[in-house]
């Protein structure tokens, strides 16, 4: 019997919605900062702010990531460059197979940046 049969057809819907909400707060925060309204900002500040702070807590681990697997009875990555989530969705997205480094430097620098602009906007423009 595969892996795949022996998770639940709701495990999988539960596992999707973790998968969405991952993908929403990921665009989210990697765009909103570019927009035009105060909401934006306020979003892409304390959403990418509690990104970086559920990192650090969780040695690098993200627990979108955790909880998706955990539905899915995927084992967690050794490291947090094994569950490399940004590398995944440009992989799905524009066919990108970079190294799990690479993304993971992509995902900071362009969070941070956007977290900075956001920040700038909100408290200083």
């Given amino acids: 019997m595969s892996s795949e049969t022996e998770i639940s057809w709701i495990n999988n819907r539960i596992a ?54 955990k539905f899915r009875k995927i084992p967690r990555a050794d490291n947090p460059l094994g569950q490399n989530y940004i590398k ?15 993304a993971s430097k992509i995902a900071k620098t362009w969070g941070i940046t956007g977290w900075f602009v956001a920040s700038l906007r909100i408290f200083i423009l």
């Fill in 16 to 69: 999707d919605l973790f998968y969405l909400l991952h993908l929403f707060i990921t665009i989210f925060c990697a765009f909103m900062w570019i927009g035009p309204y105060e909401w934006m900002w306020w979003g892409v500040f304390i959403l990418y702010g509690l990104t970086e702070i559920c990192w650090f807590i969780r040695d690098g681990y993200c627990i979108l990531t955790d909880m998706e697997r």
């Fill in 88 to 102: 995944r969705i440009l992989n799905q997205f524009l066919k990108l197979d970079i190294e799990p480094v690479l």
